[in-house]
């Protein structure tokens, strides 16, 4: 098994997903709940900021234009009521108050009329020749004849001019009289035309049929159906100032800020673009949602990048956990065939040694003097010989069993190197045999003791003779040389076969767990990363060079403990 | 070996104790041919029977018994006699075992199978040292 399979493995890639989800979902709730709260107190704070700025505006322009227009009435209304009123009728009169009217009050007013009941003006002063005008049928006469007091929407009139006309009814030689004034509209369009909110914000006057009392900004396109909305909603809250969101016919959104003035004749709208209103939200918004987008990718990033790092730890854990497995049920493996071989062993020593001492007793009988004179005595004595000699190989036999199923405790002991190389090549030296295979020692004699396992060293060696005797098997023998020496602070084993060698693309894994070269069910690929587990773990190394058609070579380096050295 | 001790017994007397049947009497038949009195016996119970029927010399101690235990019989011959010298026999790689038999008073120990020869030196180096 590589790591790349380790990847592929959908335990653990369920794993990796489980744990991204996790750290998405406990970092993302917290940030977004935070932040949505802040977003909407924010948001609601600044509707209310704009709303309260808007309100204060029409508040205080409502109050200004109610002002304007009073105080226009009241110009008026002094001039009618002033002693010389009944001289009104006289243009030159008219004319002199107009004068005074301009110079002393106020420039706004462009012209002076009277006017009788019948609606004929009879009087008049000012830039345009309306004398003797006949207003009887004028709609601002209609409804000044019937109030004290008027002041008209905004008309074109007989001049062609939008003006409005402020007019007072007296009576004075015995008849029902009007005076009415003329205000210039561009002074009184000044009044609302300076009104600007933001860049988009401007004022305007409607009157109750959402006529325009003032001048649209040119670039301002009207919207009527939204005006007739507004008014439906300004006469429903009375004298309060109106806020309302609404769509226009453009589909552009606007907040609208609007009050009555003149009496609720006339309604003045503030309108601003909601984009511009509100643009700093807006702003805030975009800033926040790029915070939220960056920090998301960032979490979102570090949480793949963390979980697949954390994963791949976790699966080397495993591997390692399972490799630790592996070994000890090699180990335990070997510990059960060697009590196996024990029992044999014993069970065969002593049929074998009553052969023997049979034999021995034959050849006590030999020696006596009838037998002496045999034709075949020597034959005899060949053949008893034979099966001393094959006897005692038995022994051998039975006694390197023993030896290896003595040494399958992995206890650490104190061990001497070159006995265990010695033991594991009479354990291999059968199937080496078989294989043609010749086995050549070179051991350092007083090679320093050292602690280990003596199973586990037996395992490593008998696993590089085993596994070099497989490889020459295939191309019909070959030789192992096994040489052992000792530097300052390492004993060296080397195991060299003049085998086929190992393929360059082969050696990186060679030491992986379950990585084989051998056929399916022949190998189990263990047996190479069981040697570098116990190797690492008594603090050494195992290393390995090869050459194809060459050979192989494999080093074993393990550190002779301080308390050894001498 | 002085020569009028071993007429006084006439040969060394042995008691072989080992539960393998046909390898004790092969061995009783081989060390008789050698002058050696042999008394056989084929387990532990048979052995402590027959320490107490007679004295002998030397004793040579299977320690694999089925019934009891080499080291347990050591110790019971000792108690009874404790001039017996006492060899013991011992499977391969079971030599901790007879170590303790020699603290306990064995005199040696060879591991099994043995040489005759070998067991037969040791025997008379045991007579010889329990003079």
Same mark, same amino acid.
């Given at each position: 098994?590589?790591?790349?399979?380790?990847?592929?493995?959908?335990?653990?890639?369920?794993?990796?997903?489980?744990?991204?989800?996790?750290?998405?979902?406990?970092?993302?709730?917290?940030?977004?709940?935070?932040?949505?709260?802040?977003?909407?107190?924010?948001?609601?704070?600044?509707?209310?900021?704009?709303?309260?700025?808007?309100?204060?505006?029409?508040?205080?322009?409502?109050?200004?234009?109610?002002?304007?227009?009073?105080?226009?009435?009241?110009?008026?209304?002094?001039?009618?009521?002033?002693?010389?009123?009944?001289?009104?009728?006289?243009?030159?009169?008219?004319?002199?108050?107009?004068?005074?009217?301009?110079?002393?009050?106020?420039?706004?007013?462009?012209?002076?009329?009277?006017?009788?009941?019948?609606?004929?003006?009879?009087?008049?002063?000012?830039?345009?020749?309306?004398?003797?005008?006949?207003?009887?049928?004028?709609?601002?006469?209609?409804?000044?004849?019937?109030?004290?007091?008027?002041?008209?929407?905004?008309?074109?009139?007989?001049?062609?001019?939008?003006?409005?006309?402020?007019?007072?009814?007296?009576?004075?030689?015995?008849?029902?009289?009007?005076?009415?004034?003329?205000?210039?509209?561009?002074?009184?369009?000044?009044?609302?035309?300076?009104?600007?909110?933001?860049?988009?914000?401007?004022?305007?006057?409607?009157?109750?049929?959402?006529?325009?009392?003032?001048?649209?900004?040119?670039?301002?396109?009207?919207?009527?159906?939204?005006?007739?909305?507004?008014?439906?909603?300004?006469?429903?809250?009375?004298?309060?100032?109106?806020?309302?969101?609404?769509?226009?016919?453009?589909?552009?959104?606007?907040?609208?800020?609007?009050?009555?003035?003149?009496?609720?004749?006339?309604?003045?709208?503030?309108?601003?673009?909601?984009?511009?209103?509100?643009?700093?939200?807006?702003?805030?918004?975009?800033?926040?949602?790029?915070?939220?987008?960056?920090?998301?990718?960032?979490?979102?990033?570090?949480?793949?990048?963390?979980?697949?790092?954390?994963?791949?730890?976790?699966?080397?854990?495993?591997?390692?956990?399972?490799?630790?497995?592996?070994?000890?049920?090699?180990?335990?493996?070997?510990?059960?065939?060697?009590?196996?071989?024990?029992?044999?062993?014993?069970?065969?020593?002593?049929?074998?040694?009553?052969?023997?001492?049979?034999?021995?007793?034959?050849?006590? /009988?030999? #020696?006596?003097?009838? $037998?002496?004179?045999?034709?075949?005595? !020597?034959?005899? +004595?060949?053949? %008893?010989?034979? *099966? @001393?000699?094959?006897?005692?190989?038995?022994?051998?036999?039975?006694?390197?069993?023993?030896?290896?199923?003595?040494?399958?405790?992995?206890?650490?002991?104190?061990?001497?190197?070159?006995?265990?190389?010695?033991?594991?090549?009479?354990?291999?030296?059968?199937?080496?045999?078989?294989?043609?295979?010749?086995?050549?020692?070179? /051991?350092? #004699?007083?090679?320093? $003791?050292?602690?280990?396992?003596?199973? !586990?060293?037996? +395992?490593?060696? %008998?696993?590089? *003779? @085993?596994?070099?005797?497989?490889?020459?098997?295939?191309?019909?023998?070959?030789?192992?040389?096994?040489?052992?020496?000792?530097?300052?602070?390492?004993?060296?084993?080397?195991?060299?076969?003049?085998?086929?060698?190992?393929?360059?693309?082969?050696?990186?894994?060679?030491?992986?767990?379950?990585?084989?070269?051998?056929?399916?069910?022949?190998?189990?690929?263990?047996?190479?990363?069981?040697?570098?587990?116990?190797?690492?773990?008594?603090?050494?190394?195992?290393?390995?060079?090869?050459?194809?058609?060459?050979?192989?070579?494999?080093?074993?380096?393990?550190?002779?403990?301080?308390?050894?050295?001498? | 070996?002085?020569?009028?001790?071993?007429?006084?017994?006439?040969?060394?007397?042995?008691?072989?104790?080992?539960?393998?049947?046909?390898?004790?009497?092969?061995?009783?038949?081989?060390?008789?041919?050698?002058?050696?009195?042999?008394?056989?016996?084929?387990?532990?119970?048979?052995?402590?029977?027959?320490?107490?029927?007679?004295?002998?010399?030397?004793?040579?101690?299977?320690?694999?018994?089925?019934?009891?235990?080499?080291?347990?019989?050591?110790?019971?011959?000792?108690?009874?006699?404790?001039?017996?010298?006492?060899?013991?026999?011992?499977?391969?790689?079971?030599?901790?075992?007879?170590?303790?038999?020699?603290?306990?008073?064995?005199?040696?120990?060879?591991?099994?199978?043995?040489?005759?020869?070998?067991?037969?030196?040791?025997?008379?180096?045991?007579?010889?040292?329990?003079?």
């Amino acid at each position: 098994m590589t790591s790349g399979s380790h990847k592929k493995d959908p335990y653990y890639k369920s794993l990796t997903r489980k744990m991204i989800l996790t750290v998405i979902i406990v970092s993302f709730t917290p940030m977004i709940l935070v932040s949505g709260a802040i977003l909407y107190q924010f948001h609601v704070s600044y509707h209310e900021k704009v709303a309260a700025h808007l309100e204060e505006l029409v508040q205080k322009h409502k109050q200004n234009i109610d002002y304007f227009l009073n105080e226009k009435l009241s110009d008026i209304r002094f001039l009618s009521q002033c002693p010389q009123c009944e001289n009104l009728n006289q243009e030159s009169f008219l004319e002199q108050q107009l004068a005074t009217l301009q110079q002393e009050l106020d420039p706004v007013f462009v012209d002076l009329g009277l006017v009788n009941a019948k609606g004929r003006q009879i009087a008049y002063a000012g830039p345009f020749k309306l004398g003797e005008a006949q207003y009887s049928e004028a709609e601002w006469f209609k409804k000044a004849i019937k109030s004290q007091y008027f002041i008209s929407d905004v008309f074109l009139g007989l001049r062609g001019l939008p003006h409005f006309i402020v007019a007072v009814r007296k009576r004075f030689h015995g008849e029902t009289w009007i005076l009415r004034a003329t205000i210039d509209f561009m002074a009184f369009n000044n009044l609302v035309e300076n009104v600007r909110i933001g860049k988009t914000g401007f004022a305007f006057i409607l009157n109750r049929q959402g006529e325009f009392q003032t001048k649209l900004l040119r670039e301002v396109m009207p919207s009527k159906s939204t005006y007739m909305e507004l008014l439906k909603n300004v006469s429903k809250s009375q004298d309060k100032i109106c806020i309302v969101e609404a769509v226009d016919d453009y589909g552009k959104k606007n907040i609208y800020a609007s009050a009555f003035l003149k009496n609720g004749d006339w309604m003045l709208v503030c309108q601003q673009n909601k984009s511009d209103a509100f643009s700093d939200l807006y702003r805030a918004k975009k800033i926040a949602g790029l915070i939220f987008l960056l920090g998301g990718l960032g979490i979102i990033t570090m949480a793949i990048l963390l979980s697949r790092r954390m994963v791949i730890h976790i699966a080397l854990a495993d591997r390692e956990k399972d490799m630790m497995n592996l070994q000890v049920i090699e180990t335990g493996k070997l510990a059960t065939v060697g009590e196996l071989a024990a029992g044999i062993a014993h069970e065969i020593n002593n049929p074998v040694a009553i052969m023997v001492e049979e034999a021995g007793w034959v050849q006590d /009988l030999l #020696e006596e003097e009838e $037998f002496q004179e045999g034709e075949n005595l !020597e034959e005899f +004595q060949r053949a %008893l010989k034979q *099966i @001393n000699t094959q006897g005692k190989r038995c022994k051998e036999i039975t006694h390197k069993l023993l030896s290896f199923a003595r040494k399958t405790d992995s206890r650490i002991q104190v061990v001497q190197m070159n006995d265990l190389i010695d033991d594991a090549i009479g354990l291999a030296e059968q199937s080496a045999r078989y294989s043609k295979v010749v086995i050549n020692t070179n /051991l350092e #004699e007083n090679l320093p $003791f050292i602690q280990a396992s003596q199973t !586990e060293m037996q +395992q490593v060696f %008998l696993n590089l *003779i @085993n596994n070099a005797v497989d490889a020459m098997d295939n191309k019909g023998g070959g030789t192992i040389d096994i040489t052992s020496r000792s530097d300052e602070d390492n004993i060296l084993i080397d195991f060299a076969d003049n085998g086929p060698g190992i393929h360059r693309n082969n050696l990186a894994r060679i030491f992986d767990p379950f990585f084989t070269t051998k056929p399916v069910g022949k190998g189990t690929g263990l047996g190479l990363s069981i040697c570098y587990g116990i190797i690492k773990k008594m603090g050494g190394e195992i290393d390995v060079k090869s050459v194809i058609d060459e050979g192989t070579t494999f080093s074993i380096r393990i550190p002779i403990p301080e308390d050894q050295l001498d | 070996m002085s020569e009028n001790e071993k007429n006084k017994a006439g040969q060394i007397k042995l008691l072989l104790v080992d539960d393998e049947k046909g390898f004790a009497d092969i061995i009783a038949k081989r060390m008789s041919k050698r002058d050696i009195n042999v008394t056989k016996a084929y387990s532990g119970v048979e052995a402590l029977q027959a320490i107490r029927k007679a004295n002998f010399d030397v004793a040579v101690l299977d320690l694999k018994m089925e019934d009891m235990d080499g080291i347990e019989i050591l110790k019971i011959f000792k108690k009874m006699d404790p001039d017996l010298a006492v060899i013991m026999l011992t499977g391969h790689g079971s030599e901790a075992a007879a170590r303790d038999g020699i603290k306990f008073g064995a005199f040696d120990y060879l591991t099994k199978p043995c040489d005759l020869e070998e067991l037969i030196k040791k025997i008379q180096e045991a007579v010889q040292s329990g003079r």
